[in-house]
Nanobody, 125 residues
Framework: QVQLVESGGGLVQAGGSLRLSCAAS????????MGWFRQAPGQEREFVAG????????YYADTVKGRFTISRDNAKNTVYLQMDSLKREDTAVYYC??????????????????WGQGTQVTVSS
């Protein structure tokens, strides 16, 4: 079992930056592949970025590639999502997710067993 708590969301102007954090507690954090997802009103939850257990492997949705960076600090049990050049269409609730059984980064939400409560990101024009 692992508990996930996101923070760092807020209101930002288009072109600005935010850094989201996801703090994990419970079992060994470094055993979990991690992902960031987002969900806008009326939309399905979509994959944003994922990172392997070691942090060496990363993968991004095309919509955020080159603008977002995922990283993790296993010593601090935390995964980050640095979001730069934000656009209005990035507005959503952002969730971090974890799973110990993933050997590769997964983009489907149903591959992750543990989820945080979400943090709102709103980008204004």
């Amino acid at each position: 079992q692992v508990q996930l708590v996101e923070s760092g969301g807020g209101l930002v102007q288009a072109g600005g930056s935010l850094r989201l954090s996801c703090a994990a507690s419970g079992r060994t954090f470094s055993n979990y592949a991690m992902g960031w997802f987002r969900q806008a009103p009326g939309q399905e939850r979509e994959f944003v970025a994922g990172i392997s257990r070691s942090g060496v492997g990363t993968y991004y949705a095309d919509t955020v590639k080159g603008r977002f960076t995922i990283s993790r600090d296993n010593a601090k049990n935390t995964v980050y999502l640095q979001m730069d050049s934000l656009k209005r269409e990035d507005t959503a609730v952002y969730y971090c997710a974890a799973d110990p059984n993933l050997l590769i980064i997964a983009t489907m939400p149903n591959k992750y067993n543990y989820w945080g409560q979400g943090t709102q990101v709103t980008v204004s024009s």
